[in-house]
């Protein structure tokens, strides 16, 4: 019978939570890096036993982990001493080191600061090869491996997009979503906070800001290129050119991989919100958890609803059944929805107060699969065959 | 060139990276100092690389501390020699977190 695996990434460490089809009943791992933060952990679509983990921590600094059982054990690739040269230097899976001179971005006060690497946000598998996994990192920046997390190098055209003039957001100015193209490998998607979205056409060689009908409320320029605060992106992989967007206020869309947006807001009670998510397999059926507002970073009037839209935005629809509806104040980041593709899909959320939601048939019904983890940070799902 | 077996005792967290207990015994090449002892450290436990210090500059990473001899050593330059007790084995080199954090 088939199942799955949900890697949570929390404040104070990772867990794994594994269930059956039915994803009723649960078994919880973990603590695994008790204490540090685990920003993200995502399987590769290539084995799903290979598990890479972004664990960091303020007196550290970055750990890559990477694990070959479905995260059973856990390695810190190249992290042994070598008993014979094989060409990879030991010790370099966490060394995250700019090409070149990455010169400054822009600083909260408007004055040039230095590009300085700060934690891995992202870690995206690629589509064909276990090996191969890009990052997106603080200060913003995509890397790439090809030798399974043991040495990382900068794709560094994408700071070719005008870097000097990047702003960060309030958490930090990070490369925190990476969609590749299951249909063509030279196209990927990034979102920058609060730079914008951009988008490579040649493996990540060049890249262009793909930022058009976005619009941010004082902004000096409204057509500008860049300056954007993208929250998340997320695209069905049978129409990679279609891309839902929560941006800081509005929900978006496009239909040309990124060269005009359109404004699918509609009905949400408010438009402001990290994560998005499309059904596995309705591409016109797309997820959100509106937030109140950027300066109160909880969910609407103490409910958490997530919000459904069947007709690829504009009219929403708010999925409450089994989900709190009285005094929760929680938030749900970037990357903490995900979704299964089971037959019928299971739609996974984690919150800031450390809750794991699961609902196994696309929103209609949800459970708590655990309610007392840290902060969550991030949930990413593996249908297991 | 003189060789010391030095004792160094680790915060926790690098002590589960590194599957060691809270003190470790290095044979460290000479002239004994911060960055001698770091260097031995990184060769011996590659996975501890960037950890401690910055993978390129070396620089101490800001939230840890080196302690010796109840002295603060965090601030003396990486090849500052360290006090006798230090590099005869009698008292450990101690790499902290001294900030608390929540």
Redesign the interface.
């Known amino acids: 019978m088939s199942g799955v695996r949900v890697l949570v990434g929390t404040a104070k460490g990772a867990f794994i939570l594994t269930s059956d089809g039915k994803r009723e009943t649960w078994d919880i791992a973990g603590p695994l890096f008790a204490g540090w933060t685990v920003y993200h952990m995502k399987g590769s679509p290539v084995d799903p036993n290979r598990i890479y983990a972004s664990q960091c921590s303020d007196w550290f600094g970055q750990v890559i982990q990477r694990s070959s059982d479905g995260g059973m054990t856990w390695e810190q690739p190249g992290g042994d001493v070598p008993m014979e040269f094989s060409g990879a230097p030991p010790g370099a899976s966490n060394k995250f080191v700019y090409e070149g001179n990455p010169g400054t971005h822009m600083w909260y006060d408007g004055t040039p600061h230095p590009f300085e690497f700060k934690r891995v946000w992202h870690l995206e598998p690629s589509h064909t090869d276990a090996d191969t996994v890009y990052a997106g990192v603080e200060d913003a920046a995509i890397f790439r491996t090809t030798d399974g997390a043991t040495t990382w190098k900068e794709l560094p055209g994408l700071r070719d997009q005008r870097s000097n003039e990047w702003n960060p957001g309030a958490g930090g100015l990070a490369v925190h979503t990476i969609l590749l193209d299951p249909r063509n490998p030279n196209r990927i998607y990034v979102a920058i906070s609060a730079a914008g979205a951009f988008r490579t056409d040649d493996g990540g060689t060049t890249w262009k800001p793909i930022n058009r009908g976005l619009q941010s409320k004082y902004l000096p320029d409204p057509n500008a290129e860049i300056g954007y605060c993208v929250h998340r992106l997320a695209l069905h992989p049978s129409r990679p050119d279609v891309v839902f967007m929560q941006l800081h206020w509005n929900v978006m869309r496009t239909d040309n991989a990124g060269d005009l947006w359109t404004n699918i807001s509609g009905n949400l009670p408010t438009d402001f919100g990290f994560p998005i998510e499309v059904h596995a397999h309705e591409p016109e059926t797309i997820y959100v958890v509106p937030i109140k507002s950027d300066s109160e970073h909880f969910v609407h009037e103490g409910k958490l609803r997530v919000f459904r839209s069947r007709t690829g935005g504009t009219d929403w629809e708010p999925l409450t059944n089994g989900l709190p509806q009285k005094d929760c104040y929680v938030n749900v980041l970037r990357d903490a929805m995900a979704t299964d593709s089971l037959d019928k899909c299971g739609i996974y959320l984690g919150t800031t107060g450390g809750q794991v939601y699961v609902s196994p048939d696309g929103g209609d019904h949800w459970t708590t699969i655990v309610h007392d983890l840290p902060r969550v940070l991030s949930v990413e799902v593996q249908t297991l065959p | 060139m003189t060789t010391a077996v030095i004792r160094v005792m680790l915060?926790?967290?690098?002590q589960n990276?590194a599957h060691v207990g809270p003190e470790i015994s290095l044979e460290v090449e000479g002239p004994i100092t911060p960055g001698t002892i770091l260097d031995a450290i990184?060769?011996?436990?590659?996975?501890?690389?960037?950890?401690?210090r910055d993978?390129?500059t070396k620089k101490r990473?800001p939230?840890?501390r080196y302690f010796g001899c109840e002295k603060d050593l965090s601030h003396d330059p990486p090849d500052s020699p360290l006090p006798a007790a230090i590099v005869t084995g009698a008292e450990p080199f101690i790499i902290w977190?001294a900030?608390a954090?929540g």
Do not use: D
């Open positions: 915060p926790y967290h690098l990276l990184e060769t011996h436990y590659p996975m501890l690389c960037g950890t401690i993978h390129v990473r939230f840890l977190g900030l954090g």
